[in-house]
């Protein structure tokens, strides 16, 4: 957690310094959307939503630390006849994503990449607390001169030593822009 | 950006290669329990199981990673006269003991206690029995589950004068696997 904060806080550093000496961006985004687990039996889909803050550091560049977090569903097993509920994770994250093209403050499509330090909480479950990897497709539409509609789709992969834990995410925000 | 676009078919490359962590999932496989009946007086009969019979656990045998939940589930009925501590204990080989004497002293503790009073009737959900694994329990299952699969299961009283029924015994595991 605190190797992951500390990248977040570089990353953040060195696109604020970046920013300075090229195109300024900052913003501040809401989002919500759903979450679906991805090839996992013991628990179902369920709601997402959380906070990003882009800094634009390059012309193409935009790091962009966030905040998630999701409630997902029970999972409903048949076993032996009879049908069995395991509670849903709630699943917290923090980290940073690089993100390419106009990169989450403007309008039109862009790709990114990230990594947090996501944690996954229930009943009778260890907690699990591990490195996350992002990989997403944004659309950003212009809702007037700061505003900006954002569309996203990702695929959020905590890695659980040889294996991982994963979701794909849907969601749709509003991103504000404070500079320029 | 020239260089930008060699990141993501190598990052696309190295996640989807065969084994990746990309490539897992976290997959349930069950087991019922034929109807237990477990005495102080009478003994008890243990359940002999093989992971290879079901069918994804077989597919899927040499890419066990770990074990990411367990549930004993089922109906327990006290049929005695005192409150029962019911444990479930496990040997790592195919066994048939016929007393809670030899399971505890051959075998390790792998789930409970689950208190059932005199009389009474406990059906266990998921989510309580997943709390009641102990930590050596869940370790040799994973060992079983990376080795041949095959162990036996005892239901006993934890103590004293006893006498239950398990009904819809079930054994459900949920299993990392790396695919």
Redesign the interface.
Known sequence: MRRIVLLVSVALLVATTAAQAGPIGLGVGAFGGLSWPILQDDVSNGSVFGVRVPVKALSMLTFEGYYEKSSLGDAEEEIGGVTYTREGFDHTGIGVNAVFGSGGLGAGFYPYVGIGSHQLTRTGTEDIKDTAWNFGLGYGIKAGAKLSVQIRGELNMIVTGDTSRKFGNATAGLTYSLMP | ?KN?RW??PS?AFALFAPGC??T?????I?F?LPNITASSSTGVVGEQIDLSNDSDYKDHKDDV??I??Y?V?GKFHNTGATDVDVEVWMTRDLTTLTSAGAVTGAGLKVWGPLKVPAGGTVTV???????MFTAAGKQALLDEAKGDGNFTLYAVGAAGTYSFDVD?G?I?L?I????
Request: charged share 25%.
């Open positions: 950006m930008l990141i993501l990052l962590i990309l897992s999932g976290q997959i349930l069950d019922d990673k770990a990411a939940d549930a589930l959900d998921w989510d309580t029995s997943a709390k819809n079930v459900a949920v990392d696997f790396g695919i």
